[in-house]
């Protein structure tokens, strides 16, 4: 297959769905994170943790205007293969790998869309193995596969790309620890202060309950918000399957920021 076809092939996987009702939105800085949902920062089960955690009180400060304002970005700096990894790499033919769709709306604290947000993403391949030079993992590079990608959420705070899944793969956390398949996320918002980066999981995968990262997080609710469900109805007949990941900024429903509790 021509890498540089057009991908007329990635279509908007939305149907017609009736959005809640939200309440307009308040004046002046961002709900705060709700944080007896967050797993604790010193978690030893997790050891990365360890050095990472801070050993002090975190501090609280109001929301400035350089955190409630901005960054503001354009179409124009996105390329037409940024939200599709299966082309956007591709060299000789399309990745190994089952081919996905990823789909959803980035979300304020009200449950409104935020609108002309950066998503970007990436992962490993369908082997679990990452396109960088510290990643030794055996697993073979796929040489039409970069990983990473990039869109922006349309006016209802929609996003979607094409990619495919990726594999679990060893880490040296214990002897025999796994991370369950996943794809890594930076939202901005419409803020500095709601950035976030965060990793979604596959509905059904097995090493969910056993991650030492995963284990650390107290509150199901909080859990199952990063566990992506599948979207029979987003799929695209003998082509690829779909799962819908809706992401929340802040406030009581905010997705769990990755790997500390500090708040986004």
């Not at 092939?9 to 961002?30: I, K, S, T, V, Y």
């Not at 590079?141 to 060893?170: E, H, M, Q, S, W």
């Not at 090493?207 to 987003?234: E, H």
Request: aromatic share 10%; proline share 9%.
């Amino acid at each position: 297959m021509n890498a540089q076809a057009p991908i007329a092939a990635l279509q908007d996987p939305r149907l017609n769905r009736a959005e809640p009702f939200a309440p307009p939105l308040r004046d002046g800085g961002f709900f705060q994170r709700d944080r007896s949902i967050h797993p604790p920062a010193h978690a030893p089960g997790y050891k990365s943790s360890v050095l990472r955690s801070p050993r002090q009180a975190l501090l609280s400060l109001e929301n400035s205007i350089s955190e409630i304002t901005g960054p503001v970005f354009g179409h124009n700096g996105l390329g037409p293969l940024d939200n599709d990894l299966i082309r956007n790499y591709a060299k000789e033919g399309d990745p190994v790998g089952e081919r996905i769709i990823v789909h959803g709306r980035v979300l304020d604290e009200t449950g409104r869309g935020v609108p002309n947000t950066l998503v970007e993403f990436w992962q490993a391949n369908a082997g679990g193995r990452y396109r960088h030079k510290k990643d030794t993992y055996l697993a073979p590079i796929d040489p039409n596969f970069g990983g990473c990608g990039r869109a922006l959420t349309d006016d209802t705070g929609y996003y979607y790309f094409r990619t495919v899944k990726p594999g679990p793969y060893p880490w040296r956390n214990y002897v025999n620890s796994w991370r369950p398949a996943h794809i890594h996320f930076s939202v901005f918002g419409s803020g500095f202060a709601q950035r976030l980066i965060t990793q979604m999981y596959f509905e059904g995968d097995p090493l969910i309950p056993v991650c030492p990262i995963l284990t650390t997080i107290p509150d199901k609710d909080a859990l199952d918000r990063l566990v992506a469900p599948l979207d029979l109805n987003a799929s695209t007949p003998f082509d690829s399957l779909a799962y819908r990941f809706d992401i929340v900024l802040r406030g009581a429903r905010s997705t769990y920021f990755e790997n500390r509790t500090a708040g986004n």
